[in-house]
């Protein structure tokens, strides 16, 4: 991989230097909710090719110049850690990644925690895709980052259990496969992670379970059947805390490309449009999509 570009060793600095901190000492999610929202505008760009569009429900649509109106659609679930974030957050995210993958691409809303918390993401993202179903726009392929890697790998999981439309391709961003694990041995194990403090991780737990068991299968993808998904790439930052839930379900899957980054920050293609690290992961991301989706 080539050197990092001074734009993202620009966003790698306020990952650490910025983000981190206040991540680590504001409680708020509201304060969060607000701050995420702003920074993610003016740390990303929207290419200009890419038409945007919201419909009854709050779900963001993003069309690529070129496709057709009922072109094939990409699901993207944002991340956020359960508790911030929203499909404008991550709209040029999943605009550069949509254009790379030649699909039309729908963003999800879904419950935030703490109000309510766990499993309501999950029945919002399963309701989300029956919706698309209904509307004869059944997904062929299947992305987030982050929790939204989690959700995504939840909704498959259904998908495959209930008979339902399981998308041909899937492609995840450092997800959350596995909240069961003891937090400061985790980070102790990754002294790499730019963005994620021990402080978050441990807030986004007890919003986000309130109480529930973290081994269970519907909480944690990575404890239940992995069998039967789709071909899927994974994406994550080497040196961070999440590339071990990355590494761990490229692992069990039968078809699964790990696809790790060394130098770089959790979810650094949320810098879409602004850094040259996070087009090329994309463009990857994209490619990978597209050549499944076709099959």
Request: aromatic letters at 6%; charged letters at 15%.
């Amino acid at each position: 991989m080539s050197a990092l570009a001074w734009q993202d060793r620009f966003w790698r600095g306020v990952a650490y230097w910025v983000d981190r901190p206040v991540l680590a000492v504001i409680g708020s999610q509201a304060l969060l909710r607000a701050l995420f929202a702003l920074s993610s505008r003016m740390g990303s760009r929207m290419p200009r090719d890419v038409a945007m569009s919201w419909d009854k429900d709050g779900a963001l649509w993003l069309h690529p110049q070129g496709l057709a109106g009922d072109a094939p659609v990409l699901m993207y679930i944002h991340g956020g850690g359960f508790t911030i974030g929203s499909p404008r957050t991550h709209a040029a995210l999943a605009a550069y990644l949509a254009r790379a993958a030649g699909l039309v691409a729908v963003l999800p809303r879904y419950r935030l925690a703490p109000a309510p918390p766990s499993p309501a993401a999950r029945a919002d993202i399963i309701a989300a895709h029956g919706r698309l179903v209904e509307m004869g726009r059944a997904p062929v392929a299947l992305a987030g980052d982050s929790a939204g890697g989690n959700l995504a790998l939840l909704l498959a999981q259904h998908l495959r259990d209930t008979g339902g439309a399981v998308p041909r391709v899937m492609g995840l961003i450092a997800p959350v496969a596995d909240l069961s694990g003891d937090i400061a041995a985790r980070f102790a194990a990754a002294p790499g992670e730019l963005l994620i403090p021990p402080q978050w991780a441990r807030r986004i737990a007890g919003a986000y379970l309130a109480g529930r068991d973290a081994h269970d299968p519907m909480i944690s993808p990575l404890l239940g059947d992995l069998t039967g998904l789709p071909p899927m790439m994974i994406q994550a930052g080497a040196e961070e805390v999440l590339a071990h839930d990355a590494a761990a379900l490229a692992a069990d899957m039968a078809d699964a490309h790990l696809d790790l980054w060394p130098g770089l920050p959790h979810v650094w293609q949320i810098h879409a449009g602004r850094a040259p690290a996070a087009a090329r992961a994309l463009a990857a991301l994209g490619a990978f999509l597209q050549q499944k989706a076709a099959r």
